[in-house]
């Protein structure tokens, strides 16, 4: 069966340090790997997209990286603030229309001041 | 970026009635519209799939005469909590996206079911 497994539950940093978190699975085919940032109480808001035949995206002090040889995809926030703290989620989809749409178990970062 | 919103933000409803929560996708079409739960400390859970004009997809475990979906244009689909329970508290979130795109998350709705 399909498996996503995020690096850790909780992940605590130093702030001005990059932060990088881990999403890789098992059993699944993407074509399209996106990372959402979710606050408690809040609906998860979309960060990136990065396709299949992509290597890396950037947006801003993001960086998202999809090996799809070694099934995994690295998150990187540069330059952590403590306004980052919050969970991040990677998903996978791999149509055209969100059926196969996953989340991972999500990764709660904490940036300590 | 695309913005999708979700009323009422939070309900308080008394055990047995009926709750309805619409969701908007404000800036694009939809062609495809999801509902989610979450439960505290837990992910996100997959409860149903619509597409515009026809049927929800439900997925395992999601009673479809308990949790009501209208997808009835491609800005706007619906869940209707029906006779709802204690158990049916929850935290529940809306997503909408167009082919090949991201899908885009509503800010959710909290129900709490007396």
């Known amino acids: 069966s399909q498996k996503i497994e995020q690096n850790s539950e909780a992940l605590n940093i130093q702030e001005g340090k990059t932060a990088t978190l881990t999403c890789n699975y098992t059993?699944?085919?993407?074509?399209?790997l996106q990372w959402y940032r979710q606050d408690p109480g809040r609906g998860p808001v979309f960060l990136l997209l990065?396709?299949?035949?992509?290597k890396e995206k950037r947006k801003e002090r993001l960086k998202v990286t999809f090996d799809t040889t070694l099934k995994q995809s690295l998150f990187h926030i540069t330059a952590s603030q403590p306004a980052d703290s919050a969970t991040y989620l990677c998903?996978?989809?791999?149509?055209?229309?969100?059926?196969?749409?996953?989340f991972g178990p999500g990764t709660r970062l904490s940036v300590l001041p | 970026g695309a913005v999708v919103s979700q009323h009422p933000s939070r309900v308080i409803c008394k055990s047995g009635t009926s709750v309805k929560i619409e969701c908007r996708s404000l800036?694009?079409?939809?062609?495809?519209m999801f509902w989610y739960r979450q439960f505290p400390k837990q992910s996100l859970m997959l409860m149903a799939t619509?597409?515009?004009?026809?049927?929800?997809?439900?997925e395992q475990g999601v009673e479809k005469d308990k949790f009501l979906i209208n997808h009835a244009s491609l800005t706007l689909s619906t869940l209707t909590v029906t006779s709802a329970h204690p158990e049916d508290s929850s935290f529940y979130i809306c997503?909408?996206?167009?082919?090949?795109?991201?899908?885009?998350f509503g800010p959710g709705t909290r129900l709490l079911v007396l």
């Open positions: 998903a996978l989809d791999s149509d055209n229309y969100g059926q196969n749409f996953v």
């Open positions: 619509s597409n515009e004009g026809s049927k929800a997809t439900y």
């Open positions: 800036d694009f079409q939809a062609t495809t």
């Open positions: 059993n699944y085919s993407p074509a399209y």
């Open positions: 990065i396709r299949e035949n992509e």
């Open positions: 997503s909408a996206r167009q082919p090949t795109e991201a899908q885009y």
